[in-house]
């Protein structure tokens, strides 16, 4: 019969609450300490950004000084897992497992007699007429001693109970099959049993099928990009292959019918305020992006719409009153490079230059908070204090930030100070080199390559190296003069360089010391967090409107240094090279995600040429030739093919041809003689 032993003192429930604590909490609170901004220099220190860069980081700490719900889970959870050690620690738990040698204190190699005779010692140290009762030990403690040294001295010596203890492990027999409950009976017993079952029925039955059946189908939901799947079918419908920036802007805008969860709506008056706004400024351009967001019925959902308002009012840098908008319009922009992204891939998986260039380009305008059908001259509102009434009085002479510099400078301007500043870190990259470099295979069973060949075969694995540095507007750099023997050196520095970085893996070169590639935060003061500014690599065709190399992102370009013996940094991006022969005219393609208007372009040719024939190597045809005396040349002479002769023969041929040639020129002489 079956017995059930509960844990009237709660140790396993203590140890089963302390491991599950630890497999919960360990993660959560790494996963929580883990949300620390990126440590990255001091970039821009305009005003305007340095207030920026303060509001974030009291943010930030009032996050962590704020006690959100998850803090005070952590906490009350760490609180309970110290107090369940500290008790546990306490407890003194005894072992039931019966065992007469170690209640003797003897060895289990010790015979009948040596432990009769250890028995004889411990009874007359044990027995309750020798030991007296003390403050410690009272008389009932003394008898049960000397009862369980007795009956594991029986155990051993007598015949039957010692065959119980081999056979049962235990001296009386069988025991009835016991099992344990790590709860206190009076939490399973009685009225409390209905309790007990409910919880294990919500928990195990109903919290935990519900959470991974959430996170099953919550991940079946989302594509490789983070997004709905719905928002992925939405941008591969509605992107065309010559899609505009506002058309790009409206595909975007379907998305946010699944991506954008809104809160409750608290600003419904300010949002037609902002809406209306929006189409006085917006325009034309606006009722066509509204356009492009409706459904195929030619209805606009009420999160595309409000989600559009919100993005329009960012790029038109109007202001937001109401908190609940603003939490939205800072959901929605940090929410931005995850859709476009996704969309960028959808461009790219059908080798569409111009969507994809549009995306990148809607990028940094939402960076900057300007509107992406702005006028030739607006990018350069990024500049700190440059407002578009600014812009109207300016002639059409200024279109460079150093033009508009100088026209504040001779006004007496008190923002010129501030504008220098944004100017010596703004991101501005010069394309110092981009070439072509082909490879060729040395062995075709070890498949080494050898790069720099001048020939480029069809097919061939070619690098698109770039070599790019940061050049901000109105630098003044003084170069020094070098000798020959200088210049000399440095040649050789960047060749030496050159290779060793096309010899390696990287995909940038390295640069040192360590931190030295490293621009700090970019000129954004209207983006709701720090920005890092990156840039795109695209190798597109303009003429068939196709990308030859997909884009390829890259970061930490280095400052333009004239007392440097390299300022720049080398990128490299491997390709396969078209399978037909020809010239093939491209263009390079450098797009900011951050600087609006900061874009390089710089055409650059291919030549695909047949790699040249060796005249030294044996033709297939004088290899494949059997020798005359083997049984494959004697197969090949029947059927009347080319056999290789032996020399021997070869030797009497040449003796023979030259006797009868000696025997023809002596008749001659003889016969010249008779004449």
């Not at 010596?157 to 492990?169: A, F, G, P, Q, V």
């Not at 929006?278 to 009722?287: E, L, P, Y």
Request: a negative charge.
């Amino acid at each position: 019969m079956a017995t059930y032993e509960y844990d009237e003192a709660g140790v396993m429930a203590a140890y089963f609450l302390i491991t599950f604590l630890a497999l919960v909490l360990v993660p959560l609170t790494i996963s929580s300490l883990s949300r620390k901004s990126e440590k990255v220099s001091p970039g821009c220190q305009c005003s305007s950004c340095t207030d920026h860069f303060k509001h974030i980081s009291r943010n930030e700490r009032g996050l962590l000084l704020s006690l959100s719900r998850r803090t005070y889970f952590i906490i009350a959870g760490w609180s309970i897992f110290g107090l369940l050690c500290y008790w546990v620690a306490g407890l003194k738990t005894e072992s039931k497992v019966y065992n007469p040698f170690e209640i003797l204190d003897i060895s289990s190699e010790l015979s009948i007699k040596e432990i009769k005779s250890h028995f004889k010692k411990l009874s007359r140290m044990y027995h309750p007429d020798k030991v007296k009762a003390s403050a410690n030990q009272t008389l009932e403690d003394i008898q049960n001693k000397f009862v369980e040294l007795t009956k594991a001295y029986k155990s051993l010596t007598d015949d039957t109970i010692r065959e119980n203890w081999l056979k049962y492990n235990h001296p009386d027999g069988p025991q009835p099959t016991s099992y344990g409950i790590a709860l206190p009976k009076w939490f399973v017993e009685g009225k409390n049993n209905i309790w007990v079952l409910g919880a294990y029925g919500i928990v195990f039955g109903g919290a935990l099928p519900a959470l991974v059946g959430r996170w099953w189908f919550g991940n079946r939901q989302k594509t490789k990009d983070g997004i709905n799947a719905q928002s992925a079918a939405a941008f591969f419908k509605s992107l065309k292959e010559e899609s505009t920036i506002e058309e790009v802007v409206g595909t975007l805008g379907k998305a946010y019918q699944w991506e954008f969860a809104a809160t409750k709506e608290k600003g419904g008056s300010e949002l037609d305020t902002l809406e209306k706004a929006v189409a006085k400024s917006g325009g034309t351009r606006w009722a066509e992006v509204q356009k492009l967001a409706q459904d195929f019925d030619g209805k606009l959902h009420e999160t595309r719409r409000k989600a559009l308002v919100l993005l329009y009012a960012h790029l038109l840098r109007l202001k937001i009153t109401d908190s609940g908008l603003k939490k939205d319009q800072t959901q929605l922009l940090l929410q931005s490079p995850l859709l476009l992204n996704a969309l960028l891939n959808a461009s790219v998986s059908r080798n569409w230059l111009a969507p994809t260039l549009s995306v990148m380009r809607l990028q940094a305008c939402l960076t900057q908070a300007v509107p992406p059908d702005a006028s030739p001259r607006a990018w350069l509102t990024q500049l700190p204090g440059i407002e578009k009434q600014d812009l109207v009085q300016l002639s059409s002479k200024t279109k460079e930030m150093v033009d508009l510099l100088r026209v504040l400078e001779k006004k007496g301007d008190d923002r010129v100070p501030e504008v220098k500043k944004a100017m010596e870190k703004w991101g501005r990259v010069e394309m110092v080199d981009a070439s072509f470099k082909g490879t060729s295979l040395l062995s075709s069973s070890f498949c080494s390559t050898v790069i720099g060949e001048r020939v480029v075969a069809p097919s061939s694995i070619i690098f698109l190296v770039v070599k790019l540095r940061i050049s901000p507007p109105g630098l003044s750099t003084e170069t020094k003069e070098l000798s020959v023997d200088e210049t000399k050196r440095i040649v050789k520095l960047n060749d030496t360089k050159d290779e060793e970085f096309l010899t390696s893996r990287a995909e940038a070169e390295d640069i040192s010391p360590a931190g030295a590639n490293d621009n700090g935060w970019a000129h954004a003061p209207f983006w709701p967090v720090g920005r890092k500014p990156s840039w795109w690599v695209v190798l597109g065709d303009d003429k068939s409107n196709r990308i030859v190399v997909p884009p390829f992102k890259i970061t930490d370009i280095p400052f333009s240094n004239a007392n440097s013996d390299r300022d720049y940094r080398s990128y490299k991006i491997q390709f396969q090279g078209p399978p037909t022969t020809g010239l093939f005219t491209w263009r390079v393609y450098l797009v900011s995600d951050t600087f609006v208007g900061e874009e390089v372009v710089k055409d650059i040719t291919l030549k695909i040429e047949d790699p040249p024939v060796v005249n030294d190597q044996q033709s297939d045809d004088e290899i494949s030739e059997p020798d005359e005396d083997s049984l494959a040349g004697q197969m090949a002479a029947m059927r009347g093919g080319k056999v290789k002769k032996r020399k021997d023969d070869e030797e009497d041929s040449d003796e023979e041809s030259g006797t009868d040639d000696d025997d023809k020129d002596s008749d001659s002489s003889s016969d010249s003689d008779s004449d």
